[in-house]
């Protein structure tokens, strides 16, 4: 590979390259803005954020990106075979003078409406496809966001700190409380994350509410608890399963995400055991995935293809059985979402931010 100079002699004109420099993705959202450095050792080109060499996990084999004058991110392309997307990382356009906090969760509606969950007043902040700002709502009403699912058009949601799981209309009405707001279960944790000394009922600290196809509610539960909730459409508790650990089936270590598929299985993220835990509808352990690092977020479209986002960091796209179609480098995602033409929303607490993967048909 070529260039007309190095460094700062580098012409500043948009060009069009591919990165071969190891064997992982380019993944511009990752730290600060990258600039493209020639490094005198075969050509190679290493890509350097606020002057200081990227580190090895930030670079890449075979993905293209093109880089644009100082102040402008690099666009890259991502992922591999039928599975590849263009990165928007400020596709999101917020009303003058707002900032995103920590975006931990996103979901579409039918129209393909995007619904950012984030942990500043409004909580929700829906945009149409393109980004263009549509309305929020929930001041005051959400203690900590943490996840989101829109399933039919109604909203599930879960506040973490306030300890319930809770379901809204899409313009924000309450429907269901499920917990007691500031009352949490007795795990005897004292510290999130930490594996708790035991698991109990609803709720101490939960993560994630979904429907399955027969209405039953599934809640992942939690940052100190060790359980999936299952409760009736009306909101009566049916059973509980899970104990806290780090290896046998059943046990967790933070069960972050959750979703249930159209036969009723339900596949767990158990986010600090590294796999994904999958089960019958009354919790019976049928199998795990493995190839998988510290998974935040689940997501099956119709054709029953699995999503997940990693605190690899990346982002895996899976068959039902667990094998990886396609993995590609991202930034920490803690929340993820798949809209009707497969493009991939990303949802960043750390970054504060929400990223948009455009599917290449």
């Known amino acids: 590979m070529s260039s007309s100079g190095t460094g700062s002699g580098f012409n500043r004109r948009m060009a069009r390259m591919v990165c071969m420099i190891s064997n992982r993705s380019v993944s511009p959202g990752i730290g600060p803005p990258l600039a ?10 290493i890509l350097r954020p606020g002057g200081l060499r990227a580190p090895p996990e930030w670079s890449t084999i075979g993905a293209t990106a093109t880089f644009f004058g100082p102040g402008r991110r690099a666009m890259a392309t991502v992922g591999s075979g039928s599975y590849q997307y263009e ?14 906090g920590p975006v931990s969760a996103v979901a579409t509606d039918s129209r393909d409406r995007v619904y950012a969950f984030q942990r500043k007043d409004p909580p929700i902040i829906v945009f149409d496809r393109d980004g263009d700002y549509l309305s929020s709502w929930g001041h005051s009403a959400i203690a900590d966001p943490h996840g989101i699912a829109i399933i039919d058009d109604v909203i599930y949601l879960t506040d973490r700190d306030d300890h319930v799981a809770l379901k809204f209309t899409l313009d924000g009405k309450p429907l269901m409380v499920l917990g007691t707001r500031g009352k949490p279960s007795d795990t005897g944790a004292t510290k999130d994350i930490e594996l708790p000394p035991r698991s109990a009922g609803p709720f101490n600290k939960p993560t994630e509410m979904v429907v399955a196809p027969s209405g039953d509610l599934y809640v992942s539960d939690g940052y100190r608890n060790s359980r999936v909730h299952r409760f009736s459409k009306e909101g009566s508790l049916l059973a509980s399963w899970g104990t806290p650990g780090k290896e046998a089936p059943g046990e967790f270590h933070l069960p972050h995400s959750l979703w249930v598929g159209p036969d009723g299985y ?5 986010r600090e055991n590294s796999r994904i835990q999958v089960f019958t509808a009354e919790g019976k352990f049928v199998s795990q995935w493995r190839d998988i690092h510290r998974p935040t977020d689940i997501y099956f479209n119709a054709r029953q293809v699995a999503y997940v ?8 796209i899976l068959d039902r059985s667990g094998k990886v179609l396609a993995r590609f480098d991202s930034p920490s995602g803690h929340g993820l979402w798949v809209d009707s033409v497969g493009d991939i929303y990303l949802a960043e607490a ?3 931010r929400l990223t948009k993967y455009v599917h290449k048909h």
């Open 36 to 45: 493209p450095v020639l490094s005198g050792r075969g050509g190679r080109i």
């Open 87 to 100: 990165v928007m990382e400020t596709w999101a356009k917020l009303p003058a003078g707002w900032t995103f």
């Open 266 to 270: 339900v596949y767990v993220c158990d």
């Open 309 to 316: 986002s990693e605190l690899r960091p990346s982002i895996s």
């Open 350 to 352: 750390g970054g504060k």
